[in-house]
């Protein structure tokens, strides 16, 4: 993920703002406090989501979308724009993403990234992997495979990609064979031949949050506490009342399968809230490990416990 721009260059460039960072970490209203700070100024802003779980409009508790109080009148865009029963792929949030972009440059706003899906966010700024259709019979045929038999040929035809992969992660594994399998080249071929990002053609000003996990995880907690009360529950029946494939990422988001257990009777509301709440903290572990590991080193860290809003916004601005 390049960001690397001389000075002349990026001073002929729109200005883009990103807030990444873990769950639970302040993203949300850093970026509220963000665009307030640049309406003081005499400027205006728009908050666009970066999250793969606030794209839903099924989910406006269990992904912790602002609330109109919490949004201070600042436009927010992309927040529950998909219907459940729709994927919202990476390449379809990039791609909307950009015109929100557009639209905000085109209206003198900032706009402002804020959200810890790493592909979204990488997506957006380097572009996909031009891979084509895949073949329906070939996807039928892989997706019937075990998952021990599908890794066992990937092994054979793209042993790379299958050695980066855990042997139980039937998703990635599928995908891959059945990529090398359609198109006779492996995934990382297609992958080196990215198209599309942005990140080339805007001044982008990064920002991500890594605070202390002993500071993130009891407030992981008391995020998934609070939404059980605030409604978790009436959410997650309205959902599974939609009887969707059980395979799309909104019935797959963090906290529907703990309350689903509840309200099947399979867990006591305390197990299912202990559930939900290790869920959270699971989710918030891994983007750790992707923000340390995929986001550039160049881009400016913080801990957002130990910062007072005022140095945070100064800081996401440093030329």
Partial sequence: MSTENSPNQNATKPALALIAGPTASGKSDLAVRLALAERAAGRDAVVINADSAQV???????????????????????FGTWDGAEACSAPDWAAAA????????DAGALPILVGGTGLYIRTLLDGIAPVPAIDPSVREDV????????????????????AALAPADVTRIARSLEVVRSTGRTLASWQSEHSG???DTVQLRPLVL???RTWLYPRCDLRFERMWQAGAIAEVQALLARQLDPALPVMRA??????????SGEMTEPEAIAAGSQATRNYAKRQYTW?????PEEWPRCANENSTPDTIIASLFQS
């Fill in 56 to 78: 839903y409009a099924d989910l406006a508790v269990l992904s912790a979308r602002p609330a109109d109080e919490e949004m201070h009148g600042v436009p927010h865009r992309l």
């Fill in 98 to 105: 950009k015109q929100e972009i557009a639209a905000a440059h």
């Fill in 143 to 162: 997706r019937a495979m075990p998952v021990a038999k599908a890794y066992a040929a990937l092994l054979d035809e793209d042993p790379e990609r299958a």
């Fill in 197 to 199: 990002g942005i990140g």
């Fill in 210 to 212: 890594m605070p202390d």
């Fill in 254 to 263: 963090i906290g529907v399968a703990e309350v689903s257990a509840f309200l």
């Fill in 291 to 295: 923000l340390r590991n995929q986001m």
